[in-house]
């Protein structure tokens, strides 16, 4: 299962883990308590599919069996999943801005605290 959590104003705080959403360590809730205006989002492994297919809208680079993006990355779902949850990972960080933390971390300070709180946004192209 694929976690991409706490979104706000397009920025993204991305996590992967193995964890299931209710049985997060207890440090990880210092997220939302420290930044009460983000959300929450618990991403399964099928919606990474949703997502690929919906949100990066892939039509131009569909061959004759679909988008090769999408294609390669259900081939990636089957052969090596990790790698999989990396390259989501990053795409959404890359489209959506953001940050990423394991499941492991506390946050010590609102994210708005930290240092080029910026980098969180979305770029413009």
């Not at 801005?97 to 708005?112: E, K, M, N, Q, W």
């Amino acid at each position: 299962m694929e976690e991409l959590g706490i979104q706000l104003e397009g920025s993204t705080l991305d996590d992967t883990d193995l964890h299931t959403s209710n049985k997060l360590p207890n440090q990880y809730q210092s997220w939302t308590t420290l930044n009460p205006d983000w959300t929450v989002l618990y991403v399964e492994d099928e919606m990474i599919d949703s997502w690929l297919a919906d949100g990066l809208k892939l039509a131009e680079n569909k061959d004759s069996e679909g988008p090769v993006a999408l294609k390669e990355m259900l081939w990636l779902k089957s052969h090596w999943g990790v790698i999989r949850a990396d390259l989501f990972r990053y795409l959404a960080l890359f489209l959506s801005g953001g940050l990423y933390t394991d499941t492991d971390t506390a946050s010590v300070v609102p994210i708005t605290h930290g240092p080029n709180t910026h980098v969180y946004r979305c770029p413009t192209f």
